[in-house]
């Protein structure tokens, strides 16, 4: 029972998850505010983010396991011991990736909101229409 209810979640997360980086994504294209760009692209590396942890999170749906700490105990693993392991084991990769992209969009975000501001300040406006009247 247990089971199909975990599966049936993981599917709703990931649906939720790709619906929410097109909505993003159409917030990035779509819309001629600056601000809502900068929001919507905020929200696309989140989504993104979390999709990489879904991808590496072992578990789903695997009722007899559950996921462990990719941390070996065992001072003298076996060859058994170590191939059971990696069946359980979560992957760290995508942990440590997603952990350098949150760094990286911060730096991207404030670098944005930067250019945003120097924008509003030379022609006091944020939407790419009116700039793009306005510079001619």
């Known amino acids: 029972m247990s089971t199909e209810l975990d599966v ?4 709703i997360m990931t649906y939720a998850i ?5 909505v993003s994504l159409y917030g990035v294209f779509r819309r001629p505010s600056i601000t809502k760009k900068i929001i919507a692209l905020t ?3 989140d989504s993104a983010n979390v999709l ?7 578990g789903w749906p695997n009722p007899w396991h559950s996921p462990i700490p990719p941390i070996l ?3 003298h693993p076996t060859p058994q011991y170590i191939s059971e392991f990696a069946k359980v084991a979560v992957d760290p990769l995508p942990q440590a990736l997603v952990l350098t992209a949150v760094v990286i969009g911060l730096a991207v975000t404030v670098f944005l909101v930067f250019l945003a501001l120097q924008l509003y300040r030379l022609y006091g406006t944020v939407d790419v229409r009116k700039v793009r009247r306005l510079r001619g």
């Open 8 to 11: 049936f979640l993981f599917g």
């Open 18 to 22: 790709i619906m929410n980086l097109g």
């Open 43 to 45: 929200i696309f590396s």
């Open 52 to 58: 990489a942890i879904i991808v590496g999170y072992r």
């Open 73 to 75: 105990l065992n001072r």
